[in-house]
């Protein structure tokens, strides 16, 4: 049987490990949107890795060049268009299908959390103006991505804009593209020490270094690392603004997940059908 998941995240690939650890004759397929994401998900024990970003008619090849029996979105809980897209794929074929939804972090029910120096809003377009209002001429710092980063550098000028970005070429030379000054820019590899005091200190020191006074972040959930953010800003009072999920109005009936536990479940129950 054919499991196609659409991945990239940390998620997906606790999902492959999971099911290679179990199922045996499951075939795994996989799609990431960058080469980094796709070397992870052959180590983690992928079959085979699509490295690029699919548009729908490239879903619907996949799904039928290699036979999938089971579709699995595991995307980031910002990747709007995709999760969309997919919904609507599986309703049309009414195919078997779990989201696997990153846990939320409810700002509210954190510790000790400054809660006038947290704005949120919609959008980073949204933050922009919000900057170019009310923090202009201070020292932003995106952890945003490079792909919403344009987004707020046009409200923020070179020498206040900073980001934090994967060390992957592609990031890299999009931060060039956009006129982000070199001494700005902080690389950054995925980090295997779990503990969240590290994360916490290595923001602070940071935040601390380029004097930053407003962080511009999403709510990715635990897993992005968004409660260290949170903390690290809040111990050295710098404002947070933060983009709220987006409501995906295709996942709205469709069977969601958020532990492996859940998904153990789900994916038996279609395992079972199935045979």
């Given at each position: 049987?054919?499991?196609?998941?659409?991945?990239?995240?940390?998620?997906?690939?606790?999902?492959?490990?999971?099911?290679?650890?179990k199922y045996n004759d499951l075939r795994i397929i996989t799609s990431t949107t960058t080469s980094y994401g796709s070397?992870?998900?052959?180590?983690?024990?992928?079959?085979?890795?699509?490295?690029?970003?699919?548009?729908?008619?490239?879903?619907?090849?996949v799904l039928k060049d290699y036979n999938i029996d089971?579709?699995?979105?595991a995307t980031h809980p910002f990747a709007e268009h995709i999760s969309q897209t997919i919904s609507e794929i599986i309703d049309k074929?009414?195919?078997?299908?779990?989201r696997f939804e990153r846990e939320s972090v409810d700002i509210n029910s954190m510790k000790n959390i400054n809660l006038n120096k947290i704005h949120h809003v919609k959008s980073f377009n949204e933050g922009?103006?919000?900057?170019k209002n009310n923090f202009n001429n201070l020292n932003i710092l995106h952890l945003g991505g490079i792909n919403t980063a344009s987004e707020v550098i046009k409200y923020v000028s070179n020498e206040n804009f900073y980001?934090?970005?994967?060390?992957?070429?592609?990031?890299?030379?999009?931060?060039?593209?956009?006129?982000?000054?070199?001494?700005?820019?902080?690389?950054?590899?995925?980090?295997?020490?779990k503990d969240k005091k590290i994360h916490i200190k290595e923001n602070e020191d940071l935040f601390k270094k380029i004097n930053a006074k407003v962080i511009t972040t999403k709510e990715s959930g635990d897993t992005g690392g968004f409660k260290e953010k949170i903390y690290a800003a809040n111990n050295l009072g710098i404002d947070v603004i933060i983009v709220d999920r987006p409501i995906i109005p295709g996942l709205k009936n469709k069977t969601s997940v958020k532990s492996i536990n859940e998904f153990e479940k789900e994916l038996n129950k279609i395992l079972e059908n199935k045979n």
């Open positions: 049987m054919n499991i196609f998941i659409i991945g990239g995240t940390a998620e997906s690939i606790e999902i492959i490990k999971f099911i290679k650890s070397k992870i998900a052959k180590e983690a024990g992928s079959d085979i890795v699509i490295a690029k970003p699919l548009p729908k008619e490239d879903i619907l090849n089971i579709v699995i979105d074929l009414n195919m078997p299908f779990i922009g103006k919000l900057i980001i934090r970005v994967l060390a992957v070429k592609s990031s890299l030379d999009k931060c060039k593209s956009l006129g982000i000054l070199k001494d700005h820019i902080f690389p950054m590899t995925a980090s295997k020490n």
